[in-house]
């Protein structure tokens, strides 16, 4: 891929590279794409009309992202078991209630800092 294709990068904590690059650059170069993805284990992240539409990663990637969306939803479906009983108002001035009280406690830490 060369430099004429106008495409975005930068680098992630691990070192691996994200490339964002326009549909019509992906269809052009999907080989290239595809080697840097499977070889450098880069991700290519493709825009249509400027904006986000898909990415492409490495098969690795793509298996521990659908396994943590599968705990994840293991965990919902726990969390709405365990307050199927709590009415819906009560549960939102729990929640309310607890955000309140976490904003007071870090407004106190950050005033000791």
Excluded: W
């Amino acid at each position: 891929m060369t430099a004429s294709h106008n495409n975005r990068q930068g680098r992630t904590n691990g070192g691996q590279m994200i490339t964002e690059t326009s549909a019509v650059t992906f269809r052009q170069n999907l080989g290239e794409m595809l080697n840097q993805v499977q070889y450098r284990h880069d991700s290519v992240v493709i825009n249509k009309d400027g904006k986000p539409v898909a990415a492409l990663v490495d098969a690795r990637l793509f298996q521990r992202i659908r396994r943590m969306q599968n705990r994840f939803d293991a965990l919902c479906q726990r969390i709405e078991a365990g307050y199927a009983d709590v009415p819906e108002v009560e549960g939102l001035a729990e929640i309310e209630a607890a955000v309140a009280l976490e904003r007071v406690r870090m407004s106190f830490f950050a005033s000791k800092d």
